[in-house]
């Protein structure tokens, strides 16, 4: 079982709906919750950060977190061919102060 | 704020040929880390360095892989002799404070190893 896992995808949605990117991790000693996105041929750079439980919103994007489930959720809301790109779900142990990352999900926003 | 630095951008080279990596992190990050990330799949951490000091290597395949970080700041990976499944783009990226639970990782952008 991979430490970090999420849907591969590649998931495609119209422009203008609600993506939903889903991530489960196996180390219940991880404390923070990344998102980066990844355009192709590009590094990767931080979207959303989460810690607590529940939402977290920041702009069209929200982050979930469910550490009893141990699931965190990435929702894009209103997408845009631009958000077109790979989104990797990071999971830190605050305490090793190490990420580590799933394989990503390809999103693909059709106009 | 000058960004993560690496170098070269792409290389290209044969099986069993040796190469090196070079990477300066931005200003005052004490942690360095060199991820590989083969095409599809996400990055996956080879060495993480806080300072000059090794924090894990233990997926640093140590036969063929070295990394070191002289004086706690920039940083070499080599690989000698290179394989065929070492094709992949080398990330490296560095954080200030690597145990707070908002620090983020900052990469570079990335040097692209192509072996023959």
């Known amino acids: 079982q991979k430490e970090v896992e999420q849907n591969s995808g590649p998931l495609s949605v119209p422009e203008g709906a609600i993506a939903s990117l889903n991530c489960t991790y196996s180390?219940?000693?991880?404390?923070?919750f990344f998102w980066y996105r990844q355009y192709s041929g590009k590094s990767p750079e931080l979207i959303m950060f989460?810690?607590?439980?529940g939402d977290k919103e920041d702009g069209r994007f929200t982050a979930q977190l469910n550490k009893a489930s141990q699931y965190v959720s990435l929702l894009i809301r209103d997408s845009q061919p631009s958000d077109s790109a790979t989104y990797l779900c990071?999971?830190?142990?605050?305490?090793?102060?190490?990420?580590?990352f799933g394989d990503g999900t390809t999103l693909t926003v059709k106009p | 704020e000058a960004g993560v630095a690496q170098s070269p951008r792409y290389k290209i080279i044969e099986k069993r040929q040796s190469v090196a990596f070079w990477c300066n992190p931005i200003?005052?990050?004490?942690?360095l880390y060199w991820y590989q990330q083969i095409l599809g799949q996400g990055p996956k951490l080879l060495i993480q360095?806080?300072?000059?000091?090794?924090?894990?290597d233990s997926q640093l395949p140590k036969d063929r892989f070295s990394a070191e970080r002289l004086k706690g700041v920039d940083s070499t990976l080599k690989i000698q002799p290179a394989k065929l499944e070492d094709s992949a783009v080398y990330l490296c990226a560095s954080s200030y404070r690597v145990q707070a639970t908002n620090e983020k990782l900052f990469f570079g952008s990335g040097t692209q190893l192509s072996v023959l």
């Open positions: 990071a999971v830190k142990n605050t305490n090793a102060g190490k990420s580590t």
């Open positions: 200003s005052g990050h004490a942690t």
């Open positions: 180390d219940r000693g991880s404390q923070s």
């Open positions: 360095f806080q300072n000059n000091g090794v924090v894990d």
């Open positions: 989460i810690y607590s439980n």
